[in-house]
């Protein structure tokens, strides 16, 4: 018996320490040599992940992980949180399997860890590449510092529908400005080197068309057409896979009938076949089980068949390929060649993240507490926030004068820290957030008169009179209304866009105090701001700020800081008209034909556009554009790039920062084209009466779209350009594609 062990051991320990050695060995080598040593349950354990049930983030039962772990039946787990509870688990998995193989330890680092940032459709609202990527950086040195080597973000999904709450989320309504933010906040979560002790893998979610659920109620179906979801919707995935993203997720909805758990056209022909993608694919929390929900799959066993066999390579939850598959590579309906590409991707990421190496090299409690929440850390959460912030309306109130004596802070998000920090807040804490009011308060000492007024939900108007008598006491108001953290984000889609509770009542119960008002909107989507707007003279949006909300917006208030801000999202009137967005086709009847002309495409008791549109954003000065120029009025095909310039001035008093935005127009298509395409953007400082010359390139791949065969390419033809501060930009030229 011992010759025997002794035996096993000779042939067992080089193994292990050839697959744990770097050497000079590839990874694509080093994963091939450690797989042709594994066994098909050793394989199948790679692609099972559970939550450890230290934070759930969907309904399960609870599994007995340890012994699992120590059989080599699981290979990742998710919500482990902190350095200690790390170490734990890397040392079970790494001491009881056969080849010391680690774990993936995943978490939703969303928008910050324990330094909360702005919520991603406020970052993306910055239109600045370069702090968003910052801020990715500082949330993967946080989370990593913890023990987790594996974030399920960046979302990437395109939402045009304000009542799915999970549009807090993403980047907004547009593709480009979409794909260019996934490239940033992939390249701040991976860095340049994924063994760097700072760095985790990302997630780029939810493959795909989940942005466009109908009715924008979450996990709902989508109906979309291949050409909408190629031209629209998988832009910014191709975009994250293009800058190295490791992992995808499959989403929870279904695409033209087959759920995107099971899609082989999304999970098989356009990520690996078309775009080469050598990563992993990851279920939501339980997708496969909820195959059979949606009718897909008749058992779990079918579902475990399906799902893998289109593409997807590791099971969140519902402990299903982990369980069927080696009986499947056995019985031959499934070959041993998918698994091992599928077990093999996952090995991959492991050895990239230099796990084999050191398992241990993240879960460091020293390094743990040096990192989290760091005066750096907290300085970027500031200015990201304030960079954040955009300005809708503005009559004189903003920036605060300096003759300003008292302050009425009213509002139920005026000085609630956990509301500020917004949906999928991480490990932030209520307790370490800075509030409106504290900063306030410290900004101007003595002068600020606080009264909640009321809460976001129920109907008690009991501190109304509270909040009046303060305003009355008071040179202007500042009030703070908006939405709780949990009343966006995942599983909170709403049928309306008003303020909820009392909000508004307490909005006029203080405009009838007859002092200025500046109404702060703290959401994780736009609300409607038609009755809102009309008793407020200046409107600021902080969305939900994160951490340092208060010294953030107390910066933009007094003029600290210029907002610079601009929506990443069209800002409907009411709800009646979403899904609103810039980038639509025309119809036929765009435009009444005269003043009695009814039979046109509108609505009786609304405009068609929205109330702020997208790219929309004031300042505390003005800019002008003009001078627009093209450099040829004809761009070919195989030539060089067309140069669009246009001289930008900053026309006020103060100095400022503005987002140029370039749009295009195709105007005949083989098929129906939008009326406008965003197609660059640049965000520029200019000095109070600077002016300077601001030039794209624009080339025939720009003017790229899925034809009526279903090719991609540009069509020959006339475009229109357009530039300016937003998606109606009225300054013009034309040139021919040929």
């Known amino acids: 018996m011992l010759r025997r062990l002794l035996l096993v051991l000779s042939l067992v320990l080089p193994l292990a320490a050839r697959a744990a050695s770097a050497g000079s060995a590839s990874v694509d080598e080093r994963v091939r040599d450690l797989l042709a040593h594994m066994t098909i349950e050793e394989k199948a354990g790679q692609l099972a992940q559970f939550s450890s ?39 079970l998995a790494v001491t009881s399997s056969r080849f010391h193989i680690p774990l993936l330890l995943g978490y939703d680092v969303i928008h910050g860890f324990r330094t909360v940032f702005p919520i991603p459709l406020a970052s993306a609202a910055s239109w600045d590449l370069d702090r968003i990527e910052h801020a990715e950086h500082i949330a993967a040195a946080e989370a990593a510092s913890t023990g987790l080597n594996w974030t399920f973000a960046p979302m990437v999904d395109i939402a045009r529908d304000p009542r799915w709450g999970r549009v807090a989320e993403g980047a907004g309504e547009d593709p480009f400005l979409g794909s260019a933010v996934a490239r940033a ?16 893998l990302a997630c780029v979610k939810h493959f795909a068309g989940y942005g466009a659920v109908q009715a924008g109620r979450d996990y709902f179906t989508t109906d979309i057409t291949e050409r909408v979801l190629r031209d629209v919707y998988l832009p910014p995935f191709h975009a994250a896979i293009e800058a190295g993203a ?40 339980g997708t496969v089980r ?3 929900i949606h009718g897909y799959a008749t058992d779990l066993k079918d579902a475990a068949t399906k799902a893998f066999r289109a593409g997807l390579d590791m099971d969140m939850q519902a402990d299903a390929l982990g ?28 050895f990239r993240l230099g796990l084999f190496d050191d398992p241990y090299r993240y879960s460091d409690e020293a390094r743990e507490k040096a990192t989290l929440l760091t005066p750096a850390h907290l300085d970027a959460a500031r200015d990201l926030a304030r960079r954040s912030c955009v300005l809708l309306k503005n009559n004189g109130v903003l920036p605060l004068a300096a003759t300003v004596k ?3 802070l009213v509002g139920p998000l005026a000085d609630n820290p956990r509301m500020q920090l917004g949906a999928w807040h991480a490990q932030g804490r209520a307790e370490e957030a800075v509030t409106l009011r504290a900063a306030l308060e410290k900004q101007f000492p003595g002068a600020v ?3 909640a007024g009321c809460d976001v939900r129920g109907d008690d108007t009991s501190g109304f009179a509270a909040a009046r008598a303060a305003a009355q006491a008071s040179d202007l108001v500042i009030a703070a209304l908006g939405e709780a953290d949990d009343q966006s984000g995942e599983s909170s889609s709403r049928t309306s866009l008003d303020f909820t509770g009392p909000q508004l009542a307490l909005l006029r119960e203080l405009h009838a105090a007859g002092k200025p008002i500046v109404l702060l909107v703290m959401a994780g989507r736009p609300l409607s701001l038609e009755q809102a707007g009309e008793l407020a003279d200046a409107i600021l949006v902080p969305w939900h700020p994160g951490t340092m909300a208060g010294p953030a917006i107390v910066d933009v208030l007094t003029g600290a800081y210029n907002p610079s801000g601009h929506l990443p999202i069209s800002w409907p009137h009411s709800v009646g008209q979403v899904p609103i967005f810039y980038a639509h086709k025309n119809s036929g009847r765009p435009e009444p034909q005269n003043k009695n002309d ?9 405009a068609n556009t929205p109330q702020y549109s997208f790219g929309y954003g004031l300042s505390y000065t003005t800019f002008a554009f003009d001078d627009l120029r093209l450099d040829t009025n004809v761009l070919k095909t195989a030539g060089t790039p067309l140069k669009i310039t246009v001289r930008v001035a900053n026309t006020g008093q103060r100095d400022g920062e503005e987002v140029v935005q370039l749009y295009v127009r195709d105007l005949v298509g083989s098929v129906t084209r939008p009326v406008r395409e965003l197609k660059g953007f640049q965000k520029i400082p200019l000095a109070a009466g600077e002016s300077r010359d601001v030039t794209f390139s624009l080339t025939p791949a720009d003017l790229a779209f899925w034809r009526a065969d279903m090719t991609f390419g540009a069509e020959p033809g006339d475009f229109e350009v357009f530039v300016g501060d937003n998606s109606d930009a009225e300054l013009a030229a034309k040139f021919k594609l040929e």
């Open 290 to 292: 909820e195959l059979m």
């Open 449 to 451: 008169h606080f009264a």
């Open 323 to 350: 369980k069927y598959v080696p009986e499947l590579v056995r019985a031959g309906v499934i070959p041993e060649s998918r698994l091992d590409a599928a077990a093999g991707a996952i090995l991959a990421a492991k």
């Open 406 to 408: 008292s302050i009425a």
């Open 53 to 91: 049930w230290g934070e759930l983030t969907g309904p399960a039962a609870n599994t007995p992980l340890g012994p699992r772990i120590e059989k080599g039946e699981i290979g990742s787990l998710l919500n482990v949180t902190g350095a200690a509870a790390s170490r734990k688990w890397q040392e």
């Open 246 to 285: 490791g992992s995808i997720m499959a989403a929870f909805n279904d695409l033209d009938g087959t759920p995107a758990s099971a899609n082989a056209l999304l999970l098989d022909r356009i990520l690996r076949r078309e775009w080469g993608f050598k990563g992993f694919v990851v279920s939501d929390w």
């Open 185 to 200: 906040r992939v390249r701040g979560f991976q860095g340049s080197d994924l063994a760097a002790p700072d760095t985790i």
């Open 598 to 606: 009814r039979f046109y495409s509108h609505y009786l008791d609304a």
